[in-house]
């Protein structure tokens, strides 16, 4: 995991297939973060296993190839990158459960 640095922002990573979303994601937190973005999962994975890793990452769930629980799986499997925060922002309330389950997730952005 990253170090923190108080005059430096702190990195988010969005992960989403949908160009629109990740944009839209980007705009609202640009001001804040400094901001990388990943359109699949085998990106999300070697950004974050970089010399750079994010500080939290954004995921999405239903993504093509890879989805968002093996992006999860392996984050949360390797010494690496197991430290690094996941919120997953795309959940069903009906999914809740099984993603903390499948994923071990710190936390979870759901719809209201």
Do not use: W
Not at 38 to 57: E, V
Request: charged share 30%; glycine share 4%.
């Amino acid at each position: 995991m990253a170090t923190f640095d108080p005059d430096e922002k702190p990195t988010v990573l969005v992960v989403d297939d949908t160009p629109e979303d990740l944009t839209l994601m980007s705009t609202l937190l640009e001001d804040t973060y400094r901001v990388k973005v990943a359109s699949r999962g085998d990106k999300a994975i070697k950004i974050a296993t970089s010399d750079n890793p994010p500080d939290l990452i954004l995921l999405d769930i239903m993504m093509p190839e890879m989805d968002g629980y093996e992006v999860c799986r392996v984050l949360k499997s390797s010494e690496t990158t197991r430290g690094i925060h996941l919120r997953h922002h795309d959940v069903e309330k009906n999914q809740v459960g099984r993603v903390v389950r499948r994923c071990d997730l710190d936390g979870l952005v759901a719809p209201a």
